[in-house]
């Protein structure tokens, strides 16, 4: 089993940032690829931006490219999500995800899940 803890959500103007934190316990070896989601209210979840055991290889979802960067720390077994420029559509709870399931996009989401965090950003 894997468990994921996220924080750094919050309330941001529009034009601001914030970094997300994911730290995962537990079977780490799992944690080779990880990602971030976010559903909005009256929506599904949808993919964000998922990186590689090595770092090397990312991805991210086209509303976010540019503006979100996403990263990790192995020694620490924590991911990252650095989001500038944020717009109000950007407001959703965002989980944390390791084990990846399928490939890019990530439609088929991952094994395990956190339990999300607000981010809020008002116009």
């Known amino acids: 089993q894997v468990q994921l803890v996220e924080s750094g959500g919050g309330l941001v103007q529009a034009g601001g940032s914030l970094r997300l934190s994911c730290a995962a316990s537990g079977r780490t070896r799992s944690t080779y690829g990880m990602g971030w989601f976010r559903q909005a209210p009256g929506t599904g979840r949808e993919f964000v931006a998922a990186i590689s055991w090595s770092g090397g290889t990312t991805y991210y979802a086209d509303s976010v490219k540019v503006r979100f960067t996403i990263s990790r720390d192995n020694a620490k077994n924590t991911v990252y999500l650095q989001m500038n420029s944020l717009k109000p559509e950007d407001t959703a709870v965002y989980y944390c995800?390791?084990?990846?399931?399928?490939?890019?996009?990530?439609?088929?989401?991952?094994?395990?899940w956190g339990q999300g965090t607000q981010v809020t950003v008002s116009s």
């Open positions: 995800a390791a084990e990846l399931r399928g490939t890019y996009p990530y439609t088929r989401g991952a094994a395990y």
